[in-house]
């Protein structure tokens, strides 16, 4: 089994509201020194098996057409986190 991460992130050109509030909040926290926060989403998928370049693609077809929205989401990364025997 293994653990496979996508990484989603809105696409530069839209709008981020919930990173806008994140990064109106940091300096009333004390976090000074961020210039941007923009927010976007994590999915972790448990595979059976050995992680393949197949397997990959299969992932990553599925984060293009069902974990992120194309119209307004980039699929920015998608890694191997761990394989266990």
């Known amino acids: 089994m293994a ?8 696409k530069p050109e839209i709008l981020d ?4 509030a994140v990064g109106a909040a940091l300096p ?10 923009r927010q976007g989403k994590r999915f972790e998928l ?5 992680v ?11 984060a293009e057409t069902l974990l992120s929205n194309p ?3 980039d699929v920015v990364e998608v890694t191997v986190a761990e394989e266990t025997a």
Do not use: W
């Not at 009333?28 to 926060?37: H, I, S």
């Not at 393949?52 to 599925?62: C, I, S």
């Open 3 to 10: 653990t496979i991460l996508v990484h989603v992130m809105p």
């Open 17 to 20: 509201p919930q990173g806008k």
């Open 28 to 37: 009333r926290l004390g976090f000074d020194g961020v210039a941007q926060v």
């Open 46 to 50: 448990t595979v059976d098996g050995e």
């Open 52 to 62: 393949t370049d197949e397997v990959l693609a299969k992932v990553r077809q599925a």
């Open 71 to 73: 119209v307004i989401e």
